[in-house]
């Protein structure tokens, strides 16, 4: 190999060259340096050594001799252009400006030029002429993707949405394999609320066979923001399948699996993940969430306060922590954290729905029903906002008008709220109510004075056909009818149950009675999230249902052989099971049935809503912590929508057994007072 000194400048130069091509960076730094040695002015050696500088990554070193290359050389467009890119990596904008700015004056036909002017602009923030810029670049290059993708996004940042959208638009559609057009249309859509739309986007990327993580990712987000659960859980196992240590998949899809009921293994994933993620608020705030779902109070209190710990500005760290600090009881703390999380994001439905459950669980009626209508504004296990294009019922005059009230929530809600229907027709013209199809005739039996639409695939048609001048969810009632507790009326049932089926099952029971107190019972929620928390053990009734002077009949929906048949064998006389009797299907009889008990013993269910709705004696068995829902409010033994009912409520999260002994020690009672 020749030395240094035995070669001439054109061939030192020459070959530094080919020595940077293969990466040699200290032979071609040894070749330039002694070319500069010998000629320090020579403007093609600063000017390269300036570009194996920038090849290093070494912009301050570049800067410098691509200068005074520059100096030596006004006119050279390579070296002002690769000094402009060097001091825009520099930061240095307002320096480069003038550079870029030469560079496509001297090309005006390059492409290149005017896309790395635009690209400069959009750094300063300059953003109309760096959309001017990427037009010039297009206009030269139709397809070029990466100007489109520019553009849209100066356009975006300058109020032209629309244009933004319909860019993009064009190149997913001329380019369907370039990802970024994807991502970006799909990130624009996503911020103006059109989820769908942005995940239509990204599903027609993959469905042209883009395996992209960072797609599939972003698709698994946005299912999970709409809702659409197994398609995130499938989406986010995907991305597992080749990247099985990629920790925050795993706390995502562990956070998806909670809201599907499979616990068990999220606890899986989440325990890997908080192992090898411990600072990570996604996962720490995803796992404090899953064990409040598990009841498991103080540990979730523990994660909580560290997310906050963390990161203090995190929304959903806040509310977690409020969330927590409620279901252990600290609503001084839950609403200071509610509120937290809602300065720090005051659109953040879920905390605002926390924040207005926790003021109504604590009686602020008023305070709590303002915000409690945010619920329809979250995302997972949200209700669904009636879509109608009529003005909502202020409900605060005297009204001729019409108007239809729809129902949100489960059965339970919707015999609750239907306590305030009578209230709203009399301040209307004429009044509708669209209710589960199962409640319909009872519906239709309790309140004449309205008109009943049973909620099908054909309710639209019977909505039209009322033509409603005003809509009301029928929960958010509660605003108008009931701000405080003095607003609750006293009522002896507002459920009318059919009395000839009434009259056919008290005579059915009394013969089996014989004499014998008729009480109804039942056990157990099937709820999926709520459901582990309300219900309980048939052992631990049976005290109370070895009572001899009463026939027990079971009021249990849903499945229940098992936990009958078992008990019956310790019973001298056995819990009843009447099969002419639906629970499910068949409410107006399941209505009958429970207005044919003498006494109604049961857990926080639909069961416990029937029977104090039509004013038959009812206990009920009220759990504490994550099981407990706002409508019962606190410490409290009755119950202000229903006067029929008593609460026993447990004094510890999950233990039953106080609860059971207080209820055997006034059944007692309750027995020897007939």
Known sequence: MKTVSQFSNTQALDAAIQAQKVRDYDHAHLLYSEVLRVEPNNSQALYLIGTLYYDQKKFELARDVLERAQTLEPSGITAQALLGVVLSKLNEHERALPFFLAVAKATPSSTDAHYNLGSLYKLMGRFSEAASAYEKALELSPQNDAASVSLAQCALVLNYPDAAIEILSRCVLRSPEYLPAYTELSRI????????????????????????????????????????????????????????????????????????????????????????????????????????????????????????????TSAEAWNSLGMTAQHLGNFEEALASYDKAISLRPNFANALTNKGQALLQLGRLKEGWNFYHHRFDQVINTPKRRDLAIAQWPGDTRSTGRLFLWTDQGLGDEIIYSSMIHSAALRVGRCAVECSWRLSALFKRSFPEVDVIARNLQSNADVQSFAPDFQLAMAELGRISRPDFLSFPEHSGYLRPDREVVEEIRKNYGKIAAGRAIIGISWKSDNPRTGHFKSTSLQHWLPILQTKDAIFVSLQYGEQDADINGINLVLDSGIHRDLSVDAKGDLDRFAAQVAAMDLVITTSNTTAHFAGALNTPVWTLIPEGSGLLWYWFLSRADSPWYPSMTLFRQSNPGQWADVLSAIKTQFDVWMNSR
């Not at 999970?224 to 859980?233: N, T």
């Not at 986010?236 to 293994?265: C, F, M, Q, W, Y």
């Not at 720490?284 to 598990?294: A, F, G, K, T």
């Open 189 to 312: 859509l996503e911020g103006r609320g059109n989820l769908d739309h942005a995940a239509a986007v990204l599903q027609s990327c993959l469905n042209k066979g883009s395996n992209d993580p960072e797609i599939i990712g972003h698709l698994a987000r946005l299912k999970y923001a709409l809702g659409h659960l197994s398609d995130a859980e499938d989406l986010l196992r995907r991305i597992l399948a080749v990247d099985p240590d990629n920790h925050e998949i795993k706390g995502s899809l562990a956070a998806t699996l909670i809201h599907l009921n499979k616990l068990d293994e999220a606890e899986l994933f989440f325990r890997d993940a908080i192992i090898r993620e411990p600072d990570s608020i996604v996962i720490l705030v995803n796992y404090s969430n899953y064990l409040l779902e598990r009841g498991k109070l103080e540990e979730a209190l523990i994660y909580t306060r560290r997310a906050v710990a963390l990161k203090p």
